[in-house]
């Protein structure tokens, strides 16, 4: 009984770990994106378009940093 415990146990610190992983990419892309539209909003748009994409770029950084 104790090897199939510490073989769940196992596998859900592994599962944890991949988990952990996977959030710290997407908030790496969440940033990343936000960067990108930070820059492509500076070039020649409008002021409502730029308003636009700064408020997304707000709003990515936000779920970046949950």
């Not at 769940?8 to 610190?13: C, F, I, V, Y």
């Not at 599962?15 to 996977?22: F, G, L, M, P, Q």
């Not at 308003?51 to 940093?65: I, T, V």
């Amino acid at each position: 009984m104790g090897e199939k415990s510490d073989a769940k146990t196992q596998r859900l610190r592994r599962e944890r770990d991949e988990a952990e992983h996977e959030g710290a990419i997407a908030k790496r892309l969440l940033n990343c994106a936000a960067a990108e539209i930070e820059t492509l909003a500076d070039a020649d748009c409008e002021e409502a378009t730029k308003k636009q994409a700064l408020d997304a770029a707000r709003r990515f950084r936000a779920a970046a940093s949950r």
